[in-house]
């Protein structure tokens, strides 16, 4: 400000004057890098650091004017850099000392930080007492007068020399004024070392580890620096570094000490020790640092096939009898040991084998703890034990793979339980929504004709046919679980009765002709003629597990044929006194089996005819599957893909329990397909000849091979979206709901029945059959930014939770994540109509951003109640 700088600045003139000098004469600017600079601050003269640069201001005529200032204070960062590297220092290679000359170490340490530590001298506790009056050694230290006497014992609670401050330290730092008159040291002949200034402060830090008093440290502060909160970090980290290595070497050495007097004490009472040893059943030896085998006791020779005269080769074991990969680990202990190292073990594998109670044989594993002997400070031989752990090792596999089971059987169970309440649910959802529109199905005609008579029965008559068709549905799951379960218990049972294997496949087609016919399927039944058995006309089996199979791998077909364009299934069937497997075709994969297959026609219940194998398969012209999908296809719970639940439904338990059932009957279930091209399901059973004949029974005439005509379905097809129906005016309870609804359903059972239930309530229903579709019809409504309005009102959205393609969540996270980009006018109110109640899926379903769940099933009214409910309380907030 006008001043020249050596008026203003007179303490560091002769620091900054060469670096404005050096600008002025290059004309450049000149960089000040962490710069020592002794200011005064607040009456108190303080080492700082700094960096900046020092930029010339120049003149009209090339002369420099001036110069313009840029510093910025670095004083923390440099003390920080500096303790830092003191306390590296102190911290490495710690181990290597013992507690002797651990104290050495760290004062070589402290005397690399003259400047932050200008005067030390250490104490360290060589004999602890109970009451707290410890005896204590003083040590060298830093700037200490030639004449201290050094290795002097005082007690901690004495009244002399430096006691009192220790003892008033003995529990936390403890920082004081500088006072020479403190202690016994004659002051006047401290070096100090640093800036070479008698420290304003002393600083008395306990080495505390827990309750345990391992010493003291007295340090000088540095004159320098103020008693800020730096400093007091400084002192607090000084403790912990010094404690530490202290704490760690001292407790080496006790350990050490502990070892060496329990080697001491069995060399006194060798003779006993070694009677134990022998007869011990843990393997026990002695070893020279060459490898020589100095003794060792009979476990260990019966444990690795010790033979006298073969010596190990650097190592506990003979390396031939160790499994390769553990060899490393032998050899690491073999080398820390003999180089006096501590008590170290591994875990090592023999070749051998131990044979658990259950299960396979596992390696031997043994656990090796080594010591050193040592004598005199060297270590003289090797002693170890070994000790066979392999029936624990088992069993801790064991247990873990139970665990591990019992987890898989937990998440197996909630996967059916939730595939299982979905199967059930959807179908008696319709059911309840057509039965209560059939109760009132006359309810909104006011004076009723005899054609609204005729119109009620005939929606009534279809009505009740779609609740037989779900009733079905629902007797097949109940049956499957059922077999399941009798499966799990053992008590699935296989009951003989004469029948044929015409009629086995006239009952199995009985269940099945309708829902072929629905779907526009044609069928077609061909009886074969092997050349060893021309004609078989009664069969000894059992003939109701034999239907079951059938339906379901007829069922299986329909599912995945009805969607193709050629809608093709056919059954072939017969019966063969050969080797089963040779009458199919050589690519059928068959299905694997842990179990061996049960003959149940040895019982004397199945008569004494000739044994005779009935043969089917069924094949189809649906999806099919890859070679790895076939992998799956019987196992429990499990489809060909995570898709075919979603597309197609089911339980996943239907070919299990087929696989179980031709098992119990002496034979096999397997499935050869090309995916893209269909699927051929094969099985075979064992029977017998029956002793009596009975009228043979035909298939549809007395043609072997017959096709059965498709009738094609009614109206009821997928529905379009969007497909915009204006509903009547009437509900069936009177009660007319002016709502615009879209409904977004796979279904089409349940998608129609709702539509239709709907609309007598007198609601505007549009129809969506997945995600994806209701997500391009709210782009065309009023709800839609940019649509200004315009387009279809929507009130509601009652969105279904599984759906191909975009299942209910994805889709109800989509329309949140445009909500909140703003591409909504206002929120839409979307209600999961799912059959997905269990307390976890509802959170789900609200943490999607569903606005109210409605489980599956429901009567319309309830539903519409719920709507209006949710309408109102959203015209009120």
Known sequence: MGSRFEDVYPEIVGAIGPILTQAEVTRMASPVIDLPLIVERNDFWEETFFNGNFVPIMLLDGGVGGFANNVQEVTKQ??????????????????????????????????????????????????????????????????????????????????IGFMPLLAAARKKITTIAFDKNLGDLDWEYVTWGGHGKEPQFLTCVPLLSGERLYGFLLVGNNPLRPLDDAHHQFMANLQNYVTSAVAATISADEALQRNQKLQDQLIESERQIRYMAQNSDIGMIQLGLDGNLIWAN??????????????????????????????IYAREVWQQVRQGEKVKTAELRLKRKYQPPIGES???????????????????SIMACLTEVSRLKWAESWQAQLAQNAKDARSRQSEFTDAISHEVRNPLSAILQLADGIVESMTHIQTPTMEDYEGCVKENVEAAKVILSCARHQKRIVDDVLSLSRMDYASLSVSPVATS????????????????????????????????????????????????????????????????????????????????????????????????????????????????????????????????????????????????????????????????????????????????????????????????????????????????????????????????????????????????????????????????????????????????????????????????????????????????????????????????????????????????????????????????????????????QKISERMTDKQNS
């Open 298 to 327: 009979e476990h260990y020779r019966f444990m690795v096939n010790h033979e006298d005269g073969r010596k190990p080769r650097q190592t506990f074991i003979d390396e031939a009898q160790l499994l390769e990969e553990d060899h």
């Open 501 to 864: 294997p015409d009629k086995i496949v006239h009952e199995a087609l009985q269940l099945v002709r309708a829902d072929a016919a629905a779907n526009a399927i044609s069928l077609r039944i061909v009886q074969e003629h092997f050349s060893d058995v021309h004609i078989v006309d009664q069969v000894i089996c059992d003939s109701l597990r034999v239907v079951q199979i059938l339906v379901n791998l007829l069922s299986n077909a329909i599912k995945f044929t009805k969607e193709e364009a050629t809608r093709t299934l056919t059954l072939r069937y017969g019966a063969t006194s050969l080797e089963p497997r040779t009458v199919f075709s050589p690519q059928i994969m068959w299905a694997p089996s842990q179990e061996a297959t049960h003959d149940p026609t040895l019982l004397k219940e199945w008569g004494e005819g000739k044994p005779v194998w009935l043969a089917f398969t069924v094949h189809d012209t649906g999806l099919g599957m890859t070679r790895e999908q076939l992998g799956r296809v019987f196992k429990r719970f499990e489809q060909a893909t995570i898709k075919t639940s979603i597309n197609y439904n089911g339980s996943g338990l239907g070919l299990f329990i087929s696989q179980n059932l031709t098992k119990r009957q002496g034979g096999e279930i397997g499935v050869d397909s090309t995916s893209g091209v269909g699927s051929t399901f094969a099985f075979y059973i064992k029977a017998r000849h029956a002793e009596v004949h009975s009228e043979h029974l035909t298939l549809n005439g007395d043609a072997a091979s017959t096709d059965i005509k498709p009738v094609h379905p009614n109206s009821n097809g997928s529905v379009k979206m969007p497909a915009r129906v204006k509903g009547s005016s009437k509900s069936a309870s009177n009660k007319t709901y002016n709502l615009h609804i879209l409904l977004v359903e796979d279904n089409i059972v349940n998608q129609q029945v709702l539509r239709k239930q709907l609309q007598k309530a007198g609601c505007t229903v549009y129809v969506a059959n997945h995600g994806i579709e209701a997500l391009g019809f709210l782009r065309k409504t009023s709800l839609w930014t940019e649509n200004n309005g315009s387009g279809f009102h929507l009130d509601v959205i009652l969105m279904d939770w599984e759906m191909p393609v975009m299942d209910g969540l994805t889709c109800t996270r989509e329309i949140r994540t445009l909500e909140n980009a703003g591409r909504f006018a206002t929120h839409p109110e979307v209600l999961a109509v799912t059959a997905n109640v269990r307390s976890e899926q509802v959170e789900i379903a609200y943490a999607a951003g569903m606005d109210a769940v409605v489980p599956k099933p429901f009567v319309v009214s309830e539903l519409l």
């Open 362 to 380: 596992i390696p031997m594993t043994i656990i090796l703890s080594a010591v050193p002997y040592v004598e005199s400070g060297h270590v003289k």
């Open 78 to 159: 440099i003390l920080s850099e500096r303790r830092t590297q003191m306390f590296n220092l102190m911290s490495a290679s710690k181990d290597q000392f013992t507690s002797t000359s651990v104290y050495g170490h760290i004062t070589s340490c402290l005397n690399t930080n003259k400047l932050d530590v200008p005067f030390a001298c250490l104490w360290k506790v060589d004999t602890e007492n109970d009451d707290g009056n410890h005896e204590l050694i003083r040590l060298d230290g830093l700037g200490l007068p030639a004449t201290t006497e050094v290795n002097q014992r005082t007690k901690l609670l004495d009244n």
